[in-house]
């Protein structure tokens, strides 16, 4: 008997294009009501394992069962009972905002009648009721994107995936779309979402997996893969380039756990970063710029990788 | 949210004429803003067609005799051949860039399939568009025609489902070819200028298929319009028998079923990738 409450179970899902391996036997759960986050560079293989959730892509190898159903068989009864907020909007930008929500609905064979009562809550939920006649087209991209988000909620589903929800959005977009994904995680929505920007993980996720070439490099809470897998503090070091070489070799000497030196700077992974520094200006050398921050979801995947998030 | 206890407020997978009618109001609801536009070229089309070349240059053919048409005026012998080369180009029109659009910059067709909907289901919709405007125009043009004079028999009425057939023969093939392009849509221009002019001019509308070359003639034969603008001429023009009726009929429907199942396959294979 399959535990109701896991969602989403998959088991060496694989996704081959022709020669080239997107998703490389991963296995994952979904639980009831928690936030789950795939984080990795772009092409790491977190579109291609949405698409298989969202039913839209037939795995090559492997096991998936979502709502306990196959998505290859199942495909329409599954994507019923899901949301999808894509990459792109893929909304009509010529037809009003509320018109979206209408045509939307529709396609899930919801009454007219309820998809109005929904569409008033939705356009309130995403701040977009003084927007409702307005074509989509002038919209901002912030709204777009909050449009998008209701239109993932007409059919009122258990589970609402996002691929890259705030890309292309400035700061600001991004945290009334953070804000909105948060209240929904409060009321239960069970979300996966997709992202490289190791802040949204961080803010958003109960629990993720660390996606690099197809592979899980890891899975943990922030918090737990911040434990596992880097130290308290980082000590960012920034010399003058002609130095920046040399410097590097020194700062060796100096006690901390690990080295990652940035073509720009030097980052030492310390329990403490101010006694850190005091040992580096002990070897005699004076960086330009000296920063001691806390750990994030970066180091982790810098740790497991060797590669920055946004190298890709 | 709050789960709604409306009646009937849970999302329904249903049967397949269900399903398309939902991608169908797609369609629907894109076109009341711009039918305007297309119901004007929709009337305009077979007046200026009629009014040239039926009306004026059918009094200079009907002054040399009209014995290789049958006795019969031009604008008699050409108007039910219009009606049908006309559906093939509504059905270009309404198949090669809405659907290309739709798949390519709106995403539009991606929205769509990432809810209970197929992608059969989003092709079947798009085909009850069609079907809908081709019928449209295919009424519309019978009127113009009967307004002309140019209808003999009251057979004709049977002409605009044939023209609407004659269409989803184009309709159906080049829906299915335009959702497979990734890049953009030259190949459509080549469709345009080496496919649906040859055949505009030379299945039979103008004059009769048996004035071309013997050789040449098979060819014509074998197109699609040809078949559309034979059945739809003998209709109006009364002079339809059985056997020939059923070899059009079962030669465009054979043609619209192949299509189909191809065309299935290629929105499939483009929407779940």
Redesign the interface.
């Given at each position: 008997m399959p535990d109701p409450e896991i969602l989403i179970k998959a088991s060496g899902l694989t996704k081959r294009f022709g020669e080239f391996t997107a998703v490389d036997g991963i296995d994952f759960e979904l639980r009831r009501g928690e936030a789950f986050g795939f984080l990795g560079p772009n092409g790491a293989g977190k579109s291609s394992t949405m698409?298989m959730i969202?039913c839209?892509?037939?795995p090559s190898g492997g096991e998936l069962r979502i709502l306990g159903m196959d998505p290859v068989r199942q495909?329409?009864?599954i994507?019923?009972?899901?949301g999808?907020v894509?990459q792109?909007d893929?909304?009509?930008?010529?037809?009003s905002v509320r018109?979206n929500l209408?045509?939307?609905g529709?396609?899930?064979?919801?009454?007219r009648?309820?998809i109005a009562?929904?569409t008033a809550?939705l356009l309130d939920f995403v701040q977009l009721t003084d927007r409702a006649g307005s074509q989509v087209e002038p919209l901002s991209g912030g709204m777009k994107r909050r449009l998008t988000i209701a239109r993932s909620?007409i059919?009122?589903p258990e589970i609402l995936l996002l691929d890259e929800p705030t890309t292309g959005l400035d700061p600001q977009a991004r945290h009334v779309v953070w804000d909105r994904l948060f209240r929904?995680k409060q009321?239960g929505?069970t979300l996966v979402l997709t992202t490289h920007y190791m802040d949204e993980a961080e803010q958003l996720c109960d629990r993720l997996v660390v996606m690099d070439s197809g592979k899980i490099a890891a899975e943990g809470s922030p918090r737990e893969l911040i434990e596992t897998y880097s130290t308290p503090e980082v000590l960012e070091l920034r010399f003058d380039i002609a130095e920046h070489d040399q410097a590097a070799e020194k700062v060796a000497d100096a006690p901390s756990e690990r080295i990652e030196v940035l073509a720009d700077r030097i980052l030492l992974y310390v329990p403490d970063g101010d006694a850190a520094l005091a040992a580096v200006r002990g070897l005699g050398l004076e960086p330009l710029t000296s920063l001691v921050r806390r750990s994030t979801l970066e180091d982790v995947f810098l740790r497991l990788t060797g590669r920055r998030l946004e190298d890709g | 949210m709050t789960a709604s206890v409306l009646p009937g407020a849970r999302p329904t997978v249903g049967g397949s004429w269900d399903m398309a009618v939902r991608a169908f109001r797609w369609w629907l609801v894109n076109y009341r803003r711009t039918w305007r536009g297309t119901a004007f070229s929709s009337v305009l089309n077979p007046v200026l067609y009629l009014g040239a070349m039926g009306v004026g240059l059918g009094s200079l053919v009907d002054k040399h005799g009209t014995a290789s048409l049958g006795g019969i005026s031009y604008l008699a012998f050409l108007a039910p051949g219009l009606m049908a080369a006309a559906a093939m180009q509504t059905a270009v029109g309404e198949s090669a860039y809405p659907v290309f659009t739709a798949v390519k910059w709106q995403h539009t067709y991606q929205a769509a399939a990432s809810t209970p909907l197929r992608p059969a289901d989003i092709y079947h919709g798009h085909l009850l568009f069609t079907t809908m405007r081709l019928a449209m125009n295919a009424a519309v043009f019978l009127g113009i025609m009967a307004a002309f004079g140019a209808v003999s028999s009251p057979w004709a009425l049977a002409a605009v489902p044939v023209a609407v057939l004659t269409g989803l023969a184009f309709a159906v093939p080049i829906d299915g070819f335009a959702v497979t392009r990734k890049k953009n849509g030259q190949s459509f221009d080549l469709i345009f200028r080496f496919g649906m002019i040859p055949l505009f001019l030379f299945s039979g509308t103008f004059f009769p298929v048996t004035q071309l070359p013997a050789w040449i003639r098979p060819l014509a034969y074998i197109t699609p319009l040809w078949h559309g603008v034979a059945l739809c001429r003998s209709l109006s023009l009364g002079t339809a028998d059985l056997a020939g009726a059923i070899g059009h009929l079962a030669y465009l429907t054979g043609l619209v079923l192949i299509a189909l199942l191809l065309g299935q396959r290629a929105y499939r294979w483009r929407l779940y990738v």
């Open positions: 698409r969202g839209v892509s037939p495909g329409p009864a994507r019923a009972r899901l999808v894509p792109e893929a909304l009509d930008v010529e037809l018109e209408l045509i939307y529709r396609y899930f064979g919801l009454p009648s309820v009562e929904r809550r909620l059919n009122e929904l009321q929505v | -």
